[in-house]
């Protein structure tokens, strides 16, 4: 059965970083291309990094180069590294599985896709 079990997440001030976990299980991760959604009050969830299993890599315009995505095959676990948070990047973060990395944020995602059950992070001082 696939599992994927977020990490990472709290409470941390404007400017500040913090490291997301995904540890994935329950499927061939090596093949498998992975990523980050997140969702703000009131919102609707949005894409935010993905990484095929090349590990290309692809970002949400908004992440304007302050995250980092990446995976390590040998712990089946995807990172997502945020830094110069701001108030606005307050969310509930979701890992996901099995979604089709593209510059088309919204074609990432289909009916097959699984999802973590999410972290929160909080930007705030």
């Known amino acids: ?9 709290g409470l941390v ?5 913090m490291r997301l976990s995904c540890v994935a299980s329950g499927f061939p991760f090596n093949f498998y291309s992975m990523g980050w959604f997140r969702q703000a009050p009131g919102k609707e969830r949005e894409g935010v990094s993905c990484i095929n299993s090349l590990a290309d890599t692809y970002y949400a315009d908004f992440v304007e180069g302050r ?4 995976r390590d095959n040998t712990k089946s676990t995807v990172y997502l590294q945020m830094n110069s948070l701001k108030d606005e990047d307050t969310a509930v973060y979701y890992c996901v599985a099995n979604v ?12 097959d896709t699984s999802w973590g059950q999410g972290t929160q992070i909080t930007v705030s001082s």
Not at 1 to 9: A, M, N, P, R, T
Not at 13 to 17: E, F, K, N, R, Y
């Open 13 to 17: 001030q404007p400017g500040g970083s």
């Open 1 to 9: 059965q696939l599992q994927l079990v977020e990490s990472g997440g």
């Open 67 to 70: 995250f980092t995505i990446s």
């Open 100 to 111: 089709e990395c593209s510059d088309y944020i919204d074609a990432w995602t289909s009916s």
